[in-house]
């Protein structure tokens, strides 16, 4: 599970009401440790192995904390490498946060996201990567997923939808911003989670989910 521009106490709060089998990765964006936004990845420790993990900041110094090109805003992606220990197979998860479209650092991070699936891909391990992109899944400049074989889950789904994901928390800007790229995996079930949890917006985006085969 992905969590994108989290805070430290929110994190706990998910910790907190997490079952002990899971398990999170992720830093804050603006030290490398706990301060600034993270973009945590959750796992389920009966179902997965984690065999590797890392973070990068979207940045012209990746492997530093650091801001990209003309954003002041640090962003990272937190990266993964897990084993189904069912299927013994191994995929790689990607979970980030963009930024405002229009800018140079968001095709910039586009092109290094892309240059990631790349890296992974090219060893035949399927590649699921989600996020936030603030864009719809066919903004021009995640056109560039498609060219290398990485696409929006929604759009290759059995069952799909296409459903506004930020709510705005009931105001009139809704919007399809959240995505689930994917690269060599099946993907049965797409879905927009808009139930009442026991408050009308739990957040200012709806989460979204995939059933998938590897």
């Known amino acids: 599970m ?11 709060y998910i910790d907190n009401s997490f079952h002990k089998k899971y398990r999170r990765i992720s830093v804050g964006a603006d030290n490398g440790i706990t301060r600034g936004a993270h973009n945590a990845i959750y796992y389920d420790t009966t179902e997965v192995e984690l065999l590797w993990h890392t973070t990068r ?15 002041t805003t640090r962003r990272t992606v937190t990266i993964a490498l897990f084993r189904e220990k069912q299927t013994n197979k191994k995929f790689y998860f990607l979970n980030t946060c963009l930024g405002d479209k229009n800018r140079v650092a968001y095709k ?20 699921l990567l989600c996020g936030t992109f603030n864009a719809s899944d066919i903004e021009p400049a995640l056109l560039l997923f498609y060219d290398k074989s990485i696409i929006s ?15 705005a928390y009931g105001k009139d ?11 060599n995996i099946f993907v049965d079930i797409f879905k927009t989670f808009t139930k009442n949890y ?17």
């Open 2 to 12: 992905g969590v994108q521009d989290a805070l430290l106490d929110q994190l706990a």
């Open 57 to 71: 900041w979207l940045s012209k110094t990746p492997q530093q904390t650091s801001a990209g090109w003309d954003e």
């Open 108 to 127: 910039e991070s586009v092109k290094l996201l892309s240059s990631y699936v790349d890296e992974f891909g090219n060893k035949d391990i399927p590649v």
């Open 153 to 167: 889950a929604r759009r290759i789904a059995t069952k799909t939808d296409f459903r506004d994901t930020y709510n």
């Open 173 to 183: 800007e809704k919007a399809m911003i959240d995505h689930i790229f994917t690269q």
């Open 198 to 214: 026991g408050t009308t917006y739990i957040s200012s985006h709806y989460p979204i989910g995939i059933m998938f085969s590897l």
